[in-house]
């Protein structure tokens, strides 16, 4: 109360009787002393009117009682109104109006102090928020904190201590507001009483007086000595993994950690304990990397040394089976050229009979020596051929004639039955060996002084003569249930038969030919294959053919060299043949050399056989050229019947070499006329079909390429999306503008189509649904800002989805109806 002595002794007495407590001063020089033993809540001012302003100027000077609220007293100024003007919270008139109003002063000053210690708390904990999610250090963070907190409640310490898990016996002091460079101070929990509460229960702990509070007196007389008054701690813990605690204290006598103290406590807690699991997440995953990271240089650097030690043993293996053959070649050749000379002399007939035994057995080590190169090159020349005419009825004498010592040293008589000379394209190397693996294993499966027979025949067939060719041996044979087994690789044990079969299996079906067992009623065991003949013309014709300028033409197109060269060395004995390596070579070749049939492989490099035919059938030029398709996948000739793209046959490999010129052969005679090649043409153009101007498919067109696009990406497993965009509401026609959206934020390859009412149907190859997605993400509002209409979209990756195209451009939404 400022004013009069006297008057302000009365009015501070009236008021001490009505509950305030009251201190006196005569003007602004006496307020610091007067407030030195009390905080004012509310002044009262009741000096002259004249001095009321000067006064209110002088309080407002004073920092700590800037936002105290002052009452004017009024009841003995003549001129109310004058006090109104000033700033001043509220006016009393009467006496009676003294205690309502200073009570109203001290109800509006202490909710003005609530509010503002409420905005403080929430822009500190909005402080502390912004900290915790940006970029900085975990130590920068709750250093921040602590700074804050310790403000805004106002205590003398403010720390953040963490733990490891719920047992831990010492914790780690990161950050306190009493000494910001005191970081990672070590304490035992055991040694603090309320931490091991806070941290027990996982409950925040209130010490409201330490020196009265029994959790406190094991260690009062060490919290005496410091002045402790006050304390809480307010654990820290984020999806149920206790981190550690925030520890705040008084010091002062009076001082509590009231309910908004509690609540602000709570808050920045959870954002700390947020922020604390986050950094240890990231601590882990940086450490885990750095070990992956580690453990990968390493288990490079073993890969790396391993494949070092590989190539350098397969150069010592390279450098050996040359240094062999090369060794045993040499001598073989000379002893063969002198045996050559010595039977083109006079001599007798024991001698000839010697000397051509000579030659024999030396052309049979010959055959070795080729065998272990052949070996040496690997799987590639395991599963290639050297194709060339030969008689399968003097391989198989050969054959029985190298075996007979082996069958004699058991007892066995071994012979070969053969009536007729029986020729066939195929590889001698690799029937020879056929021919062995199958004797051999009759040999050890006879019985004692037993016989083993093989015999060969014609074998007439609608497709065309085969030669067949039988090893029987009179051993106790193979049961049954074991007959469809006797060919598996790595067959080991009691009933096994080892890899051989397996490689005999591989062998003749190489040749296009086929090769079972059989189990005779009688007893033993027989095996049979079969092998394709050569036509009459071609047996005939042993010297070497001489293309004709009126041969026709052939181009094959392959990709892998052993093939193409099988392919070429087949069709030359009637043909000219030219070779392309690609898809695209094998175009150029075809539109510049116009040959007369073109046989290629359906997978090819750059432009794959299915699109090659595409290209080949929709020109005026080449679309008269038949076209042969070779392909091992399985279900590829539905494919292409399916797509219907021109082609006139389809072969699955391993072909059939005779086979192979048959059916040439039949392309090559099928009528052709040139108006139904240009109908054909026409029908492909058509099928891909789209707006020369606009550069959009149609729904013809769209199918057609998706129908080459999808077999490509589930052959190669490469990814592959089609996305539906619809309008939401339909549009008569194609919205001006949106082909240039569309085609300056999709990629070359990429196919738009214009299915009707607005909707776009797009493919995009060699992308996933997460790319597709992110595509759309800024095509979309381009494409309604040039429409007027939102798009909606549905994408799938049809390279994992089994259905035929219409169908999944049917569950996208699209409206294929009748093909336009």
């Known amino acids: 109360m400022i004013g009069a002595r006297t008057a302000s002794e009365s009015l501070a007495s009236r008021l001490t009787d009505n509950g305030f407590e009251c201190a006196v001063a005569e003007d602004v020089e006496g307020v610091p002393q007067a407030t030195s033993s009390l905080q004012p809540e509310v002044i009262l001012l009741a000096t002259a009117a004249k001095r009321v302003a000067e006064t209110l100027e002088g309080l407002r000077g004073i920092a700590h009682l800037r936002n105290v609220p002052v009452v004017a007293d009024a009841t003995r100024v003549r001129s109310a109104e004058a006090l109104k003007k000033l700033a001043v919270d509220g006016v009393i008139r009467g006496a009676e109006e003294m205690v309502p109003r200073l009570e109203a002063a001290l109800r509006a000053g202490r909710l003005r102090e609530t509010e503002e210690r409420t905005r403080l708390r929430m822009g500190m904990l909005l402080e502390i928020t912004e900290a915790a999610t940006s970029s900085l250090e975990l130590e920068a963070i709750l250093r921040i904190a602590v700074d804050k907190v310790g403000r805004v409640t106002g205590s003398d310490r403010c ?90 204290r008084h010091s002062r006598a009076g001082t509590t950690f009231g309910r908004d103290e509690q609540a602000f406590a709570q808050a920045v807690a959870g954002v700390l304990a947020n922020s604390i699991r986050n950094a240890r997440l990231h601590t882990a995953v ?23 030690r590989l190539k350098e043993l397969n150069r010592l293996k390279d450098e050996i089976i040359a240094v062999c053959s090369h060794d045993l070649r040499a001598p073989l050749q000379v002893l063969l050229g002198h045996g050559r000379l010595l039977l083109d002399g006079a001599l007798a007939a024991d001698q000839k009979q010697s000397v051509e035994a000579m030659i024999r057995q030396g052309k049979k080590i010959l055959g070795l020596v080729e065998s272990l190169l052949e070996k040496g090159k690997g799987e590639a020349a395991r599963l290639s051929i050297e194709p060339r005419k030969l008689d399968v009825s003097v391989l198989c004498k050969e054959s029985v004639t190298e075996l007979n010592i082996l069958a004699a040293q058991r007892g066995i008589t071994l012979r070969s039955e053969t009536s007729e000379s029986l020729m066939l394209i195929g590889d001698e190397v690799k029937l020879h060996e056929v021919l062995q693996n199958l004797i051999t294993n009759a040999i050890h499966h006879a019985r004692d002084n037993g016989n083993v027979v093989v015999r060969a025949v014609r074998l007439t ?28 690789r790595y067959r080991h044990g009691p009933k096994g038969t080892g890899l051989g079969l397996a490689i005999c299996k591989e062998f003749v079906e190489l040749h296009g030919g086929e090769i079972w067992a059989e189990s005779p009623p009688e007893s033993g065991g027989v095996f049979v294959f079969t092998l394709p003949m050569a036509q009459e013309a071609l047996r005939k014709s042993q010297a070497p053919v001489v293309t004709e300028p009126q041969q026709a033409r052939v181009l094959v197109v392959e990709d892998e060299a052993e093939i193409a060269a099988v392919l070429a060395e087949v069709l030359r004995s009637r043909y000219r043949v030219e070779v392309a390596r690609d898809g695209q070579e094998g175009v150029a070749k075809a539109r510049n050399m116009r040959p007369d049939l073109v046989v290629m492989d359906v997978f090819l490099p750059k432009l794959d056989g299915l699109e090659a035919t595409v290209a080949l059938k929709s020109s005026t030029d ?36 005779m086979e192979l010129l048959n059916r040439t052969e039949r392309a090559l005679k099928a009528p052709s006329a040139s108006s139904s090649e240009g109908d054909r043409a026409a029908s492909v153009a058509l099928r891909a079909s789209g707006d020369p101007g606009t550069n959009v498919y149609d729904k013809r067109g769209l199918l057609v390429k998706l129908e080459v696009e999808v077999s490509k990406s589930r052959r190669y497993h490469r990814p592959m999306c089609v996305a539906v965009l619809r309008p939401e509401r339909p549009l008569p026609d194609m919205p001006k503008g949106s082909n240039d959206v569309l085609r300056k934020q999709l990629r070359t390859p990429d196919a738009v189509a214009h299915m009707g009412a607005g909707v776009f149907a797009i493919m995009l190859p060699e992308c996933d649904v997460a790319g597709a997605r992110a595509v759309f993400q800024r095509l979309l509002p381009d494409l309604q800002n040039v429409t007027g209409v939102a798009y909606q979209q549905a994408v799938a990756d049809v390279s994992q989805d089994s259905d035929p195209v219409d169908r999944i451009l049917d569950k996208l939404g699209a409206p294929i109806g009748i093909l336009s």
């Open 159 to 248: 720390s953040v201590v963490l733990v490891e898990g719920a047992h831990a016996r010492t914790g780690t002091v990161v950050a306190t507001q009493e000494d910001p460079s005191l970081v990672h101070l070590e304490i035992e929990i055991a040694r603090y009483p309320e931490l091991r509460r806070a941290l027990e229960t996982r409950q925040p702990v209130l010490i409201e007086r330490a020196e009265n509070d029994p959790l406190m007196a094991e260690v009062r007389p060490n919290i005496v000595a410091v002045g402790v008054h006050s304390v809480l701690v307010q654990p820290l813990v984020c999806q149920d993994e206790l981190l550690g605690a925030l520890f705040l």
């Open 286 to 308: 940086k450490r885990k990397r750095e070990d992956l990271e580690l453990a990968y240089v390493e288990r490079y650097r073993e890969l790396s040394d391993a494949n070092r």
């Open 461 to 488: 067939r609608p497709d065309g003569d085969a030669v067949k060719i039988t090893v029987q041996d009179d051993g106790p044979g193979i049961p049954p249930d074991e007959l469809h087994l006797v060919f598996d």
């Open 622 to 657: 080449t679309a008269h050229i038949p076209v042969i398709l070779l392909s091992a996948h399985q279900g590829v000739a539905e494919k292409v019947r399916a797509l219907n793209l021109g082609a006139v046959d389809y072969m699955s490999k391993p072909f059939n070499a």
